[in-house]
């Protein structure tokens, strides 16, 4: 492992580098930052592949800990405080920056635990919702999310940090749309959360093939995927609230397939 | 209706519910701030006493249309954007706030949904994530949810926005820690999760009298509370995520027992 120093903030790979958080330069170049020895520790132990990574001296004896042993190609900096602050998004820096590839997505479907489950994200704004869905969705071993058109994007610091490294462990399709037609053709049903159901998640047979799509928070789910929907689900509310906040209503479905996949 | 005018952020009123943005002094005074027309609207729906109400001309006609057929006893008063955004948490404030008294808690459990079920947040540190489970407890029934110490406070602003409004519906016991051993003495089981369960929340009856304990988002339960402890539940997690999010995790146990009690 050959280290190299960067000292100032004006050096020129940093400068491209600190561009990565605008998502419209990660989707040019493909490549996410993300920050924290834990978070990157479970980066690779997930394989993702990691391009470069930027630390302070301060830090040598985690990074001796826990990133030394995964080493293999990467290009490792030593960098200043300063240059530190100018990739981190956070108030107190970790000490820890890397580059990560965002070219292993989709995985393969079949190493997760229910293979035949889907997530259809349809115009999702909330960073925190969504990290909270990733989290919700790897836990249930959904076999993949499906990002729509107007869904925020998944590798903002926010998301990765409210995901908690399960983003590390769900197959990621950015461009969903293009997906979806082949799922519908393998006959995958498009389940919608919607007032108008008639069927409870508690009888309905949530156990096959199955596409649950997520509206927007407040606009709920679009014109088009309500048209497409083959399944209207609808969680029953005792109390009188209006609704229930987008990960949670996701995560109670998601567990009610668990339960229901256990019987 | 009588309404004052307020056009200096120097006025001695204005001054002193800005410090209301601080939980010592919301406690002391027993009031709260609420912004926007919505929320207000709700909590003059749910009966919550409104002491007074500022908002700018800009909105006299929401302010028609949404708080006028409420009003009884309430102050209100005409402000300056300026002095609005003295109160305001928000970067675009919404044109209204309202002070509300606390002093309506706890509401009686009976005009509940599920009366015999209670949450106990045991160290529970983000708002976002307490106004989620506020407003999930608020969709169960919840008889009521009770705040033990090193707790986040419900009159938070962030809290009030995650909960939109489920706050003025779900009664909330402040000292929660003071109330607990009448509940155990009712014959209340105390609920935990806990990864030594050996019963999931699927195969554990969930019907009757609960408490369900959540803890710290980093910590978990407190130690006391988990020798306290007569019911250990888990979620069974088919994917190998470490955890799910607080607020899910809470939702999901919650509607497993609305699942359990409508069989």
Redesign the interface.
């Known amino acids: 492992m050959k280290t190299i120093k960067i000292e100032s903030k004006h050096n020129p790979r940093i400068k491209a580098l600190k561009k990565l958080k605008e998502k419209k330069h990660r989707m040019k170049e493909r490549v996410f930052l993300v920050e924290g020895f834990r978070l990157l520790e479970e980066a690779f132990r997930a394989k993702i592949p990691v391009e470069s990574l930027f630390y302070v001296a301060e830090k040598e004896t985690d990074f001796q800990r826990y990133i030394a042993p995964h080493l293999q190609e990467e290009e490792v900096f030593h960098v200043s405080q300063e240059v530190l602050k100018e990739l981190s998004d956070t108030v107190h820096p970790q000490g820890i920056v890397g580059v990560l590839s965002m070219d292993h997505w989709p995985q393969s479907s079949s190493a997760?635990?229910?293979p035949e489950l889907y997530l259809y994200l349809d115009g999702l704004q909330d960073p925190?919702n969504l990290g909270?869905i990733i989290?919700?969705?790897?836990?249930?071993?959904?076999g993949g999310i499906l990002f729509g058109k107007h869904t925020v994007d998944p590798y903002g610091e926010k998301v990765l940090r409210?995901a908690?490294?399960?983003l590390f462990?769900v197959p990621i399709y950015q461009d969903g749309d293009a997906h979806l037609p082949q799922f519908m053709a393998e006959g995958y049903p498009l389940a919608v959360t919607s007032l108008n159901a008639t069927q409870s998640i508690?009888e309905e047979d949530l156990r096959g093939k199955l596409i649950l799509v997520i509206g927007n928070e407040g606009k709920g789910v679009s014109k088009d995927m309500e048209e497409k929907a083959t399944t209207l689900l609808k969680?029953?509310?005792?109390?009188?609230?209006?609704?229930?906040?987008a990960?949670?209503a996701t995560?109670?479905i998601l567990?009610?397939r668990?339960?229901q996949?256990?019987l």
């Open positions: 997760t635990k229910d925190g909270t989290r919700s969705a790897h836990a249930a071993g959904c409210s908690m490294g399960s462990h508690y969680i029953p509310m005792p109390g009188e609230a209006e609704s229930l906040n990960a949670v995560s109670i567990f009610e668990v339960r996949k256990r």
